[in-house]
Nanobody, 125 residues
Framework: QVQLVESGGGLAQAGGSLRLACAAS????????MGWFRQAPGKEREFVAA????????YYADSVKGRFIISRDNAKNTVYLQMNSLKPEDTAVYYC??????????????????WGQGTQVTVSS
């Protein structure tokens, strides 16, 4: 089983930046696709971004495309989410996830292999 621990959340002003990190441990996590979801109060958990085990393959939700960048360092078993040009609507708890399969993460959100505990991101206007 893969274990995931997020860090880097906090408070930012609109237009600012934050960087989240998710450290993975356990089974061969470097071979897993990894990614991020978020959940705002009263809303469903939504897909944000995912990255293949070979870091050149990434995809994003339309709401963050061009503002967020997902990357990973397989030597450190860590995935990052660089969040730029933050908006108040980005406020949410951000969750890291991992799964052997890359693709269709929004559709498969209820069956992904591993989840982190979440980290709060708050963007003030």
């Amino acid at each position: 089983q893969v274990q995931l621990v997020e860090s880097g959340g906090g408070l930012a002003q609109a237009g600012g930046s934050l960087r989240l990190a998710c450290a993975a441990s356990g089974r061969p996590s470097s071979s897993y696709a990894m990614g991020w979801f978020r959940q705002a109060p009263g809303k469903e958990r939504e897909f944000v971004a995912a990255i293949h085990s070979t870091p050149s393959n990434t995809y994003y939700a339309d709401s963050v495309k061009g503002r967020f960048i997902i990357s990973r360092d397989n030597a450190k078993n860590t995935v990052y989410l660089q969040m730029n040009s933050l908006k108040p609507e980005d406020t949410a708890v951000y969750y890291c996830a991992a799964d052997p399969i890359y693709g269709s993460w929004n559709e498969r959100r209820n069956s992904l292999n591993a989840w982190g505990q979440g980290t709060q991101v708050t963007v003030s206007s």
